[in-house]
């Protein structure tokens, strides 16, 4: 490439970028291995997708080699794959589809980064992998003993070797090659053969191809002389261990996340990934400067701010006066109040046109219940989407979903519109006696799904459409699709609104052990007379790790809302199992240093 179209390029993309240097210096940088940790807004998953565009556009990818992007999802990924090949056609003047970027980029998740790896060289350990990977039925480890059959197959030794190591991975403990061996091989004799794979496993797998066939680990080695991760702040310990054995002296790195996002601790996101990888790799690290999500609300800036500032210093940060962020609140006597309140302001923000608005809530619970039941009475339209993972369900749901879809597309891959709304008929047929609402919204979000498959990505070829909606299906994902459902309310948990975001949200049962359960260590917990908790002058050591994963699911609450949050508590509540209690009180997150509530009842204001 000539230097007069080089600079040419990099003109586009700083304009593109509206100047931003900070995302600039990544997007153009020379430095081999970057970290960049920026809050949610600050344009990582933007800045992504221009370095890899650029590099692409420059020609600085030479044959054969591959650019490896991973995100946390395949839809993501697709995302990021039809962006970049969106910019192509301006910075180059060609047309550019996702296709032909396939070529030299290969966005994807770790599962389907391993899929691709296990359709090469799976046979190299189980003769079983000479099929297609993608025809088995991917279940997660904890949901072997609801499969009956699997359950039967196995022996209780078995199962428990396989439950050990899923422990293993959700406590951050990468498992030794020779557990991987013993795991591996009780999936290859037992489950395989019955046309089951666990999620685990198809990692695992690959993890042992790479330690028995080290030429195999050289070659995708020297194949990804570049690696992207978003979302970086997620990666498990065996994803990690991936990582590790793709990257040769020579990869270069750019890793994008921010450690105040890791959500999923609980399911094995390592801790300290983010600072541990700048020593070890000696990466280079770059954080962005401008948050673009909250740009035109200065409180909703502060908030993002000084919610950091808090989790930065064990909540003990100096903020001005004049910094403190306003966070409007509604507080009710009882849940019915509360709920009345909520509902009513998401009547009055629905008086903006196409507006789009989600009311959050830690868990499912009849607190939940009751702001339903308050929409309902008002007549709002609202889509019900308070699904978790572990709910039996939602992941049945899943099951079918993707047993009848292999069954449908497996062999032939003959996705098309047609074929698709046949598709999802078939599942509704199959679900015609359900009354159950879960199973309503989530027949709802597979219309959805299939909708945006058909028409927005229809020029995808079939076997990318195949692997998206079979990953959806594997990894519990259709949450995911609520982004294209067609309705102004969406009532959600935090985990199933990660990555999306919409024009108001409402943060529910933002009380002491609603939103938190640290009360139970904390020495504030009976304190009397307030309806506000407050954290402790000195926090219990033991309470500061859980204080900080409980304050990552609120600040990602918080962050999900372009132009304004509110939150919401009342004194009474209700357990898990439908207890009530109350003089419950205000939960002290929303209360931390940096933090003012006011009253966000329409034309009121003040505390
Ligand atoms: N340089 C820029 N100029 C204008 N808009 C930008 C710029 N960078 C990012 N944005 C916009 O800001 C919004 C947030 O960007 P993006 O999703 O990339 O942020 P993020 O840091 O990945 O957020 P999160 O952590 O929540 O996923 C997007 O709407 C994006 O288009």
Known sequence: MSDANLVEIKEKITAQHGGDERQLDVIFSDSPRLIVEAPAGYGKTTTMISRIAYLFASGQIPNPKRILGLTFSVNAALKVKREVAGKLPSLLGLQNSPVSIGEKVTITNYHGFCKGILKKYGYLIADALRKDVNLFRAVGDSDIENQTNLKTTLTPAELQSLKAVETDVKEARVPDAQTIHAYNDIVIKKLLPLDYITHNAIILFVLEIFT??????????????????????????????????????QTQLLFLGDSLQ?????????????????????????????????????????????????????????????????????????????????????QDLLAEENVKIAILFRNRSKNAEIVEAELARNGIQYFYGMFTDEDSDYVEFHNKCQEMFIRRFGKSKAINKKALAAFS???????????????????????????????????????????????????????????????????????????????????????????????????????????????????????????????????????????????????????????????????????????????????????
């Open 212 to 249: 028995n066939y080290t030429e195999v680990k050289k070659f995708y080695q020297s194949y990804y002389p570049l690696i992207v991760v978003d979302e970086f702040q997620d990666t498990n310990c065996i994803a990690w261990k991936l990582l590790e054995s793709v990257i040769s002296e």
């Open 262 to 346: 890791r959500i999923y601790g609980f399911i094995g996101a390592l801790p300290d990934i983010m600072s541990k990888v700048v020593d070890e790799y000696g990466m280079t690290k770059v954080e962005l400067s401008k948050n673009y999500r909250f740009q035109n609300n200065p409180d909703m800036l502060k908030l993002d701010k000084n919610i950091r500032a808090n989790a930065a210093s064990c909540f003990t940060p100096t903020i001005a006066a004049d910094d403190v962020a306003k966070l409007p609140a509604f507080w009710g006597t009882t849940q019915q109040d509360e709920a009345e309140q909520v509902v009513a302001k998401v």
């Open 425 to 607: 008929d078939s599942v509704r047929t199959a679900y015609a006696a359900s009354t159950g609402k879960t199973v309503d919204s989530l027949l709802k979000l597979l219309d959805a799904l299939v909708e945006k498959v058909s028409i927005d990505y229809a020029d995808l070829v079939p076997e990318d459409k195949y692997t998206l909606l079979l990953d959806i299906f594997e990894n519990r994902q259709l949450k995911q699709a609520m982004e294209y459902v067609d309705s102004r309310v969406i009532l959600s948990t935090v985990h199933g609104a990660k990555g999306l975001e919409w024009d108001y949200v409402i943060v529910c049962d933002v009380e002491q052990w609603a939103f938190t359960f640290i009360c139970r260590d904390c020495p504030s917990k009976s304190t009397q007379g307030s309806a506000r908790c407050r954290l402790p002058q000195n926090i219990p050591t033991q309470m500061v790790e859980p204080l900080l994963d409980d304050l990552c699911v609120f600040y990602v609450a918080l962050t999900r809302a372009k132009k304004q949050v509110f939150i919401s508590a009342s004194g009474e509540r209700y357990n898990a199992r439908g207890r009530q209690f109350t003089g419950g009180k205000i939960c002290c997150f929303a209360l931390v240093n940096g933090v003012r509530l006011i009253n966000a009842a329409p034309n009121k204001s003040g505390d």
